[in-house]
């Protein structure tokens, strides 16, 4: 498959799905100098194509046979549509117009199950399929995005030199790599996700300490996430909460955020990290109480109600004589969460790796997540320098460097999290990944007696020291036998 030996002249490039991010990925790709189509049922986006694409090669249409007519051969073709049955009827739709040797993309969230299942049924049809999860939101589409592309080989060296050239880059280097076989790229685009759950739930945390702890004004939490996004916090997510901070609505004259209800939606990508983390046996509690809060915050009745019946137990300002030693900690143990959260979506996709069979390269990942993804951040060079130094770490918490930033930012963080909890304040993604670290530090955790337990009501044995893969049943009572 190479495009300069194409059968005919026309399009290099078709977009399926002209929404916000559809449109502008493919003015992006325009803007490299690609000809490209773009389709959608609804004309009212595929007049915004037209009228934005005026001034670059591109062509927009409203029937499919006509788009896919445009296009070169062998045809290249995203669909950057909502995930579930409506990629199963795009794929159903488009699929007798298509000839063997086709490339088609999915470039949306979907789960990658599905992923698995359309490339099968895809490949025996003749056509060239992968999944690829594309992250940076409308902006990144535009000015340069996250991918992450899995599947079939073929079809990405084909793709490479277009998605190269729209790519984020860092250092002058694409933020695109080939990722792994079969679903690989969607899987990996799922774990992005639920870090950037972590995440968000960390720096709400933050927030809830300074405004109800420390009962900072809006003004000046928007000057500690500018100091922070300044340091070694920097991040994509920290600036952009920066600026959140500073937005009035046009016409008024106080802060937007405060109009804002307390409930906090999602569309399924961290619950799906973090059910297949159980499926995997791969503890990523932050993401886990990330996912949770959120379902949490949806019950806005509910914690009302407990909120006036627990009067009395209100959450109190902090009390504290130095303020900014208290925002000091928070720093560290904001870094020192930051740090565990990208360490246990690393370990979920070394798992993921052996037993799905994807070949995953974790130094590559986190280079093309340095830039133009939502959990970009300067972090992400250390975990690149790591797995580069060590493709075969077991775990990030393991490496030299982490371990030293670790030890330095631990202080902080379980200041930070008594603090908290002494106040009322309450921060469980915080609290949680404490937890995590400690135990995962811990070389002689409780779980023996968890071990007594199973045995003694379900007789389901368990090891003993010194005996490896020797399981032994006890008979826990048996006076009480008798």
Request: hydrophobic fraction near 40%; charged fraction near 20%; include cysteine.
């Amino acid at each position: 498959m190479n495009p300069e030996q194409s059968s005919n002249t026309g399009n290099v490039f078709g977009m399926i799905g002209l929404g916000t991010m559809g449109r502008s990925l493919l003015l992006n790709i325009a803007d490299s100098g690609f000809p490209v189509a773009g389709y959608d049922r609804n004309a009212e986006q595929v007049d915004f194509l037209a009228r934005e694409g005026e001034a670059f090669p591109v062509q927009a249409f409203a029937s499919l046979p006509e788009f896919v007519s445009s296009l070169k051969t062998p045809r290249a073709i995203m669909m950057l549509v909502p995930a579930g049955p409506i990629v199963d009827n795009v794929i159903a739709e488009i699929l007798p117009l298509l000839e063997k040797g086709d490339i088609l993309i999915d470039g949306g969230n979907s789960h990658f199950s599905d992923t698995t299942r359309r490339d099968a049924a895809l490949k025996e049809e003749g056509l060239h399929f992968f999944g690829m999860g594309i992250s940076g939101g409308e902006e990144g589409a535009r000015r340069g995005p996250s991918m992450m592309p899995g599947g079939d080989t073929e079809a990405y060296q084909v793709m490479k030199p277009i998605l190269e050239a729209v790519a984020a880059k860092v250092n002058g280097e694409p933020c695109v790599t080939y990722i792994g076989p079969g679903a690989a790229g969607h899987f990996v685009k799922m774990v992005h996700n639920g870090i950037e759950y972590g995440m968000m739930q960390l720096i709400a945390e933050s927030y809830e300490i300074m405004r109800k702890g420390l009962q900072l004004k809006n003004e000046e939490i928007h000057q500690v996430f500018a100091r922070w996004n300044n340091g070694r916090l920097q991040s994509y997510l920290l600036e952009i909460t920066r600026d959140i901070f500073t937005y009035k609505a046009p016409g008024t004259e106080h802060f937007h955020i405060d109009d804002l209800l307390d409930i906090a939606r999602s569309k399924g990508t961290g619950k799906w990290t973090a059910q297949v983390a159980m499926e995997l046996e791969i503890p990523v509690p932050t993401i886990d109480i990330a996912v949770a809060m959120r379902d949490l915050s949806k019950y806005k009745k509910v914690r009302v109600e407990a909120d006036e019946r627990y009067a009395a137990d209100h959450p109190n300002a902090i009390k504290t004589g130095n303020r900014e030693e208290l925002l000091t900690q928070l720093e560290q143990a904001f870094y020192f969460s930051m740090i565990a959260t990208y360490a246990q979506g690393m370990h979920l996709l070394a798992k993921a790796s052996v037993d799905y069979g994807y070949e995953l390269q974790l130094d590559q990942i986190a280079k093309i997540w340095r830039g133009g993804c939502i959990i970009r951040a300067a972090f992400l060079e250390d975990i690149y320098t790591a797995y580069q130094q060590n493709p075969k770490l077991a775990h990030l918490l393991l490496d030299p460097q982490v371990l030293a930033l670790m030890n330095e930012t631990a202080p902080g963080m379980r200041a930070v999290v008594a603090t908290a909890a002494l106040s009322g304040v309450a921060t469980p993604a915080f609290a949680t990944t404490l937890g995590y670290f400690d135990n995962f530090r811990n070389g002689t955790m409780p779980s023996n007696l968890i071990q007594a337990q199973r045995d003694f009501f379900g007789a389901h044995t368990y090891e003993v020291i010194g005996k490896e893969g020797i399981f032994v049943h006890t008979d826990w009572l048996p006076d009480a036998l008798d």
